[in-house]
């Protein structure tokens, strides 16, 4: 017995989130946190010394820790968090505190009620200077008795949105002491005499958020899938409507609206999907440069990041509402699994940064790059922005018939990107010539800005979609899938077709075009919608779903599912004759008078 395997390695990061996720749901667990930012951030930012201490009682889960930045007052502006922790030579220690309401830490998941540590981002002082927002390894809780330690109030926020089954919690500190090696000291550091030596690059204390930002993709990939299948498999159950009148009513999946609302969200999934392998690569290979010592590729890994975390939340959030929408009146029950999804899905939105916030970070990125153009200087042999570099054709070709691998569409998403890039720029300079200083002239450029990251999105997750189908080698595969690309190509071009027709550069004899070969995907995608979505192999449990089972037995467990109400328990409410009962038993009595 002594060598029977366990059934799951706790140690193991892929088995403790496959074990959490199919005993736990989607909509997050005591351990969320501890799993998906904490150790990450004791992965990237504690020292040697540190990881050998914290890392394996982490992993063993000896203890939970979450993740305490945001405060009830900040939480977009990390240079302006509130709490602070002012470094003691004479005791070697920090004092941390909460100054004032505003300073509250407020949102952290599990905070409420899990987790006994906390990573806490607070305004570092040492030697009478502020050296900005670091992170702090603090115990919150007795370890034995759970209650919290001297000087920290802690507790639940109350319910929200969704995601309820996550005690996201507030806490605030009264001048609460914690050694100096609790601050995270891969990057920066105070010595025992207070000197703070400044981290190699001054963001990557911000890791964590970008390990999630990288995630999130893959995550709204998983829920536009989820939600689709859904949508799909019960389309293909209900029947309403004739198309050929007296040839019987029809599945409504059959109807080309209908197909027009599902298939483009599972497009947009795969394309997810994709791109979600191709950032979280992206985000390993940064993280192992770091540790090299190269910390180039930080400011592009920042970029395509919050891009791609900020428009495929934005997209997965419409998507969903349409799989619903597309599920009619059953999609508004809870049995439909759609209030679940897309109440966890939307909070992509916001958490990780809100998603403006995050587009005009990418934004920066795409400024500099606009500067470089000018400037008339050459790319820097960057996959995911040195076409913008380049000068693309003058007319958008989408309708030739010798498109190989979409070479003209991904020119058209290029082209657009690279005008709204270089027009944005070209206003911003401007603007300062008039007089507004450059901070002015964002703001009254920040809608352009945020279109410009939006249409450098669409270019990469479209080429990266192209690139990834092309190395497919299973023709049958490669077929299906090929559908569904040119359905997500055309579908994006008339997305984004107010902008390729703005300049002229595309016709409106090319916008039709791009519908005509909209309406063939669909058409062809049809037969194999249901076998697509029953490929991704989701289990039962995981959609949460009546509409979506995987045996179309709709009807039938949708009436056991409303008789499994409680509000079914008895035929009459227990109340009933206290209330709704004597209300009409009086108001037939006045009107017998
Ligand atoms: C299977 C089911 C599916 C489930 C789906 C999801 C899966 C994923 C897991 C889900 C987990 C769910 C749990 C959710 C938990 C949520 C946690 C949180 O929300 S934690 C809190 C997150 N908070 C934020 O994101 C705050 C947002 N704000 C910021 O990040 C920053 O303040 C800012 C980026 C807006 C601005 O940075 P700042 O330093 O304050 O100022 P500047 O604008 O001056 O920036 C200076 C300079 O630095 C660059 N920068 C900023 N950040 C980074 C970075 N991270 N890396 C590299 N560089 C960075 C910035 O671009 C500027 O560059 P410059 O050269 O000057 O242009
Ligand atoms: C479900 C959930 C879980 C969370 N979990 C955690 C957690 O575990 N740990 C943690 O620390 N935090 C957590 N958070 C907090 C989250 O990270 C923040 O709420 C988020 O970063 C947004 O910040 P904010 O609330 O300050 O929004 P605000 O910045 O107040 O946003 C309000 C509005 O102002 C706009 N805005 C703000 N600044 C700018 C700007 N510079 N330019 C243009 N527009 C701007 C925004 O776009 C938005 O429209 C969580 C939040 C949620 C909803």
Redesign the pocket.
């Known amino acids: 017995m002594e060598h029977a395997p366990k059934a799951i390695d706790v140690t193991n990061d892929v088995e403790m989130r496959t074990f959490n996720f199919f005993t736990m749901g989607i909509d997050g667990h005591p351990l969320g946190?501890h799993l998906d930012?904490a150790i990450p951030t004791i992965l990237n930012n504690a020292d040697e010394e540190q990881q050998k201490d914290w890392l394996p009682k982490a992993a063993n889960r000896e203890f939970i820790a979450?993740?305490?930045?945001?405060e009830m007052g900040?939480?977009?502006?990390l240079k302006k968090l509130e709490t602070t922790a002012t470094y003691d030579p004479k005791t070697q220690e920090f004092v941390l505190n909460s100054p004032t309401i505003t300073s509250t830490?407020w949102?952290?998941?599990n905070l409420g009620k899990s987790s006994n540590y906390a990573v806490v981002m607070a305004q570092l002082y040492t030697q009478g200077k502020c050296h900005g927002a670091h992170p702090f390894f603090v115990q919150l809780r007795d370890l034995n008795t759970h209650k919290p330690l001297k000087g920290i109030t802690v507790g639940d926020i109350g319910p929200?949105f969704g995601?309820n089954t996550v005690d996201?919690g507030f806490l605030q500190f009264d001048h609460v002491r914690t050694p100096r090696r609790s601050m995270f000291m891969k990057h920066a550091k105070v010595l025992p005499d207070g000197r703070y030596v400044p981290p190699v690059h001054d963001k990557l204390n911000y890791s964590a958020m970008v390990f999630i930002r990288a995630a999130i993709v893959s995550g709204m990939a998983y829920h536009l899938l989820v939600t689709s299948t859904i949508a799909v498999r019960y389309s293909a159950i209900r029947r309403q409507g004739e198309i050929t009148p007296g040839a019987g009513e029809v599945k409504v999946l059959d109807y080309q609206t209908q197909q027009h609302r599902i298939f483009p969200q599972l497009a947009r999934g795969l394309a997810f999907r994709l791109s979600g392998q191709y950032i979280m690569k992206l985000y390993t290979q940064t993280m192992d440069d770091i540790r090299n010592g190269d910390i180039s590729a930080v400011p592009d890994l920042h970029a395509l990041s919050c891009g791609l975390k900020a428009v495929t939340t934005h997209h997965a959030a419409l998507g969903l509402e349409q799989c619903r929408m597309a599920c009619g009146g059953h999609g508004y029950s809870q049995a439909s699994g759609f209030p679940l999804h897309y109440s966890v899905a939307v909070?992509a939105c916001?958490?990780?940064?809100?998603?403006?916030?995050m587009l005009?970070q990418t934004a920066r990125h795409l400024m500099k790059i606009a500067k470089a153009i000018r400037a008339g200087q050459s790319p820097k042999s960057n996959k995911i922005v040195d076409y913008l570099f380049h000068k693309g054709p003058p007319k958008c070709l989408i309708d030739q018939a010798y498109d190989t691998n979409y070479r003209n569409v991904l020119e058209s998403f290029e082209h657009l990107a690279r005008r709204q890039t270089l027009e944005v720029y070209d206003k911003l300079v401007q603007l300062q010539q008039q007089g507004r200083n450059y901070e002015q002239a964002w703001n009254d450029c920040?809608v352009e800005l945020c279109k410009a990251t939006r249409a450098h999105v669409r270019t990469f997750l479209a080429r990266t979609f192209v690139e990834e189908i092309d190395k497919i080698s299973d023709l049958s595969i490669k077929s299906v899938l090929q559908d569904l690309l040119q359905l997500y190509l055309y579908y994006e071009v008339t997305e984004c077709a107010t902008g390729l027709l703005e300049d002229g550069f595309m016709t409106g004899q090319q916008h039709k075009y791009a519908k005509k070969k909209i309406y063939e995907a669909l058409e062809k995608i049809r037969p194999n919608a249901v076998s697509i979505v029953d490929s991704f192999d989701f289990q039962d449990r995981e959609l949460h779903s009546v509409l979506g089972r995987r045996d179309g037995n709709v009807y039938e467990n949708l009436l056991k599912w409303a008789q499994s109400s409680p509000l079914n328990k008895t035929d009459v409410l227990p109340f009933h004759h206290k209330y709704l009962g004597k209300m009409m038993e009086e108001a037939r009595q006045r009107s017998k008078i």
């Open positions: 946190l930012m979450t993740y305490a930045q945001t900040h939480g977009t502006n830490k949102w952290p998941g929200k995601m996201n909070g916001t958490y990780e940064g809100e998603n403006m916030v005009l920040a």
